[in-house]
């Protein structure tokens, strides 16, 4: 099939393995911190845009700023000519941009995927230069700053990745940037900084994704001026030049070395929960030469909470199975603190680590994700740290309620869902959760949002006069089905994925059971501990400082 699945809406993700050239590890970190600071400025967000009623008037997707007079390269896929589009930068700049000409073609409407925009207020404006898409080579190093949908932030996110073709057959240049929805558009630069291509599609296949060449925008610049929809190729006379210049070369970072002595500080978990075998990975702590609560314990183990049940706790160790005992769990950050009842040696030295603070945690710093039966992961910090809402991870109770109207009555019950089970109806009226009165609407979804799966409730309700009080286990989200490669990632997303207070996001490609291993940046620094798969594009992680925090309050005196 000539489309295969290739889906226009966006995009990507990717195993790494950095350049082959010599070259030292500190001065490759150096070329990505350079080209990430010439970049990120121009990297915009987007969506259409009322200007008069001042709305939102369709997803968000990216793009990126390439002259100072506020000219906008995207995808023609996010665009319809003529239309007004609000325009977000990195630093919290605002503006107004309106859709110019784009190129789709009658007999196959995602290619080229050409589309240009212009910003109506007069700069000068943040801008990174265009490169030269007609010199890259395979595995050239690139990187990806745009904004994926299901972060849903207001700076982008930074992902590195490799050229792995440089034009296929149907034009586009394929790469292992990651992406996926809401990248649309969004720029994929060299280690110059400068903008080699526009991100367009992707495939099932989490490596395959697509992007359009930088040279077909300088090619019909005189055409794509014009607010046209062309579905043929226009005029190229009066294209623009581009820069000649190759990117920075990349440089091997000799981090293979690394994996015997980064494996010795994470070790695979088995346990059991309601009856299911659970896997995940755990991270060792040393706390040897410290005063601990715990007394003959010098060596702990901290992982995922969610994915160790109650039952049956074994890490697996070259010498066979070693029980392992819940000293405590941390909820909000989804920690538990681990004793082992034999020896194991190894463990992140708590007296002499060290621990890379969050105000370090900037996007593209090289990490490490050591594994313990597999390869190392490596990946680059895509944000800085943030809060990541309770959403996905809320307690679930099926029941929804018009948020315009007084008083509260229910609108929906979703079917299969704790609110259903109780046999809840549409047009009770809610009065109170757990003896809190519900005199607003707003105070129903903040009442719910801070209760977890598990948690029971007391859900005080009217039906025809008569009043009651039911107890009601909250469930897990109903994860809505989706009808996208983005969605169909090897592993899928974590069961917990959300609701940290301190997180950063890194590109790591980590299935479920390879999360609660440690992260640690290229000098063998400790960054954090794996939390969860996030989205295909997205893996969070607990800064140091958290893990530390929960360390100390936990074990230290």
């Not at 995808?75 to 325009?87: F, L, N, R, S």
């Not at 989490?206 to 001026?225: G, H, M, R, T, V």
């Not at 620094?525 to 798969?533: D, E, K, L, S, Y």
Request: glycine content about 8%; overall charge positive.
């Amino acid at each position: 099939m000539k489309n295969k699945l290739l889906i226009i809406f966006l995009l990507c993700f990717s195993f790494k393995s950095y350049g082959q050239k010599p070259g030292g590890k500190k001065d490759f970190q150096q070329g990505l911190f350079n080209a990430i600071e010439t970049a990120y400025p121009a990297s915009v967000r987007m969506w259409g845009f009322d200007t008069v009623s001042k709305q939102q008037m369709s997803g968000q997707f990216s793009g990126v700023v390439v002259t100072a007079d506020g000219y906008i390269l995207t995808a023609a896929h996010v665009t319809i000519p003529g239309k007004t589009y609000q325009v977000m930068f990195p630093n919290g700049r605002e503006a107004i941009a309106v859709a110019l000409g784009k190129i789709e073609l009658a007999a196959d409407k995602t290619i080229p995927d050409v589309a240009m925009m212009k910003i109506v207020a007069v700069g000068p404006w943040p801008f990174t230069p265009m490169g030269n898409s007609l010199t890259l080579k395979k595995s050239d190093p690139c990187i990806s700053i745009a904004y994926p949908e299901s972060l849903a932030r207001n700076k982008p996110s930074v992902r590195y990745g490799q050229i792995s073709n440089v034009k296929n057959e149907r034009g586009f240049i394929q790469s292992s940037c990651i992406m996926e929805p809401g990248d649309s558009g969004g720029p994929l630069f060299d280690l110059n900084g400068n903008v080699i291509g526009i991100h367009s599609a992707i495939e099932v296949p989490e490596a395959s994704n697509y992007e359009i060449p930088i040279e077909l925008y300088q090619k019909y610049w005189a055409a794509l001026e014009s607010a046209t929809v062309y579905t043929s190729l226009p005029d190229s006379s009066e294209g623009i030049g581009f820069v000649r210049e190759r990117a920075i070369e990349p440089h091997v970072l000799g981090l293979n070395a690394a994996d015997g002595k980064l494996k010795k500080y994470c070790l695979p978990i088995e346990s059991r929960g309601d009856g299911k075998l659970l896997r995940s990975v755990g991270t060792l702590f040393s706390s040897a030469g410290l005063q601990v609560k715990l007394i003959n314990h010098s060596v702990f183990v901290i992982s995922k909470s969610s994915l160790i049940g109650a039952d049956s706790i074994f890490a697996i160790t070259k010498k066979g199975k070693i029980s392992l005992k819940v000293a405590n769990r941390d909820i909000q950050n989804d920690l538990v603190l681990l004793i082992p009842a034999g020896e194991i040696s190894g463990g992140v030295p708590l007296r002499a680590v060290n621990i890379v603070a969050e105000t370090r945690i900037v996007p593209g710093r090289l990490l490490i994700s050591p594994l313990p039966d597999s390869t190392n992961v490596f990946s680059i910090v895509s944000t800085e740290v943030f809060n990541s809402p309770k959403i996905m991870s809320a307690g679930f109770l099926g029941a929804a309620i018009a948020y315009n109207t007084s008083p509260m009555v229910i609108t929906v019950i979703q079917p299969n869902s704790p609110a259903s089970a109780q046999d809840l109806k549409v047009g009770d009226r809610i009065l109170s959760i757990n003896g809190v009165p519900m005199n607003r609407p707003e105070n129903y979804a903040e009442q719910l949002q801070k209760y977890w799966p598990g948690d029971t409730i007391a859900l005080a309700t009217e039906r025809a006069s008569q009043l009651s009080v039911k107890k009601i286990v909250l469930s897990s989200m109903l994860e809505q089905k989706v009808n996208h490669p983005a969605a169909f990632f090897k592993g899928g997303k974590s069961g917990r994925m959300d609701g940290f207070e301190h997180v950063f996001s890194h590109d790591a490609v980590l299935t479920p059971q390879q999360i609660g291993g440690p992260v640690f940046d290229i000098d063998g620094n400790f960054c954090g501990i794996n939390i969860a798969r996030y989205s295909r594009a997205v893996s969070l992680v607990l800064p140091a400082e958290t893990i530390y925090s929960f360390f100390k309050r936990e074990v230290l005196e």
